[in-house]
């Protein structure tokens, strides 16, 4: 019951960063070579823990640290959360997700 819980909570959140996804809140910052997270644009997102398959990786976009929208792209990268661009093949949006918490494969 907990697992179904937990599963939902992440749909329901993969859905919310779906939306965002579509009004134009990110920009893909690939290919930038001091940005580590641009080489696994293409490949395949998994959970953090390898078990569930989120879709392709198609961009990389940041957001300043503690702020609802992208800053300003002179900032200094300490102040900046990275996240994937995923296409889950569905047809949907496309969603973000930090790129800490996912698996590239």
């Known amino acids: ?15 919310t960063v779906g ?3 579509d009004t134009g809140l990110w ?11 641009c080489k696994d644009s293409g490949k395949t997102a998994y959970d953090y823990r390898g078990m569930f398959k989120l879709g392709q990786i198609i961009g990389v976009t940041w957001r300043s640290t503690g702020t609802a929208t992208t800053g300003d792209k002179d900032r200094d990268s300490r102040e ?26």
């Not at 019951?1 to 859905?15: C, S």
């Not at 920009?27 to 940005?35: L, R």
């Open 19 to 21: 939306w965002a996804g």
């Open 1 to 15: 019951m907990k697992k179904l819980f937990l599963f939902l909570v992440a749909l329901g959140l993969n859905v």
């Open 80 to 105: 900046r959360v990275y996240y994937y661009i995923i296409d889950d093949g569905t047809g949907s949006p496309s969603f973000i997700r930090p790129c800490d918490d996912v698996t590239a494969k």
């Open 27 to 37: 920009t893909n910052v690939c290919p930038d070579p001091e940005v580590d997270y």
